[in-house]
């Protein structure tokens, strides 16, 4: 299987970056949403994002953040790159771009064909997008709530920009989804998790063996 880059998503403690860093995953998350399991303080995400070797990206994931909490966010911790995960409109993507010179990723919800049609104006503005599968409607989550989507929409798309799978990802499934769409990143959250916000160190292990190799390995 060709190279696959890993993002891991709501990371909590140290133990999870020195998991996630000895399984090989690419990127961090640190997630910044009162309303998610895996949300943290300042305090907190500065812990992890010093705790984290060389090589490891650090990325911040945002709902909607205004400047303000930006700020207070790109000011308390080295960071490698910020996720924007609301409804950011392409405009505030190229803003927030610019303010803080920071990659920015765009996240964009798909649950039909009809979902597509904004990624390619999207990734004129951001440096990289991440496909997700998008919430139930008036669900409290953007992200993070281990649903899939159908893979054939992105089957084999090109768009601009680099791009991430994401939703519902597990060692079970991704060699599958890396087959269907030709992803070459993958970025996970609940799929590595023995309840919200807890990750499980063996799942990421084995979930990375799956992604980098030719399918699941089976967990004794």
Not at 111 to 135: F, R, T, V
Not at 145 to 151: K, M, S
């Amino acid at each position: 299987m060709p190279d696959i880059r890993v993002k891991i998503c709501g990371l909590r403690t140290q133990a999870d970056v020195a998991a996630v860093a000895a399984a090989g995953a690419a990127y961090m998350g640190l997630v910044f949403f009162a309303k998610s399991p895996r949300n943290l303080t300042l305090l907190q995400a500065r812990e992890l994002a010093l705790a984290a070797p060389i090589g490891l990206a650090k990325v911040a994931l945002v709902v909607n953040a205004s400047d303000a909490e930006l700020d207070a966010i790109t000011e308390a911790m080295p960071l490698d790159m910020l996720q924007l995960h609301g409804h950011e409109s392409p405009d505030r993507v190229a803003e927030v771009r610019a303010r803080y010179g920071l990659p920015v990723m765009k996240a964009i919800g798909v649950a039909d064909e009809g979902d597509l049609a904004p990624l390619l104006e999207y990734s004129l503005a951001a440096d990289q997008i991440l496909i997700d599968a998008k919430p139930p409607k008036n669900h409290a989550l953007p992200g993070g709530n281990g649903l899939t989507f159908d893979w054939r929409l992105v089957a084999q798309r090109r768009w601009l920009r680099p791009w991430m799978l994401a939703g519902g990802l597990t060692a079970e499934n991704v060699a599958e989804a890396i087959r269907l769409t030709n992803a070459r990143q993958i970025d996970l959250s609940s799929g590595v998790e023995s309840a919200p916000g807890i990750k499980d160190h063996a799942k990421i292990a084995a979930f990375m063996l799956a992604a980098t190799q030719d399918g699941p390995p089976i967990l004794r």
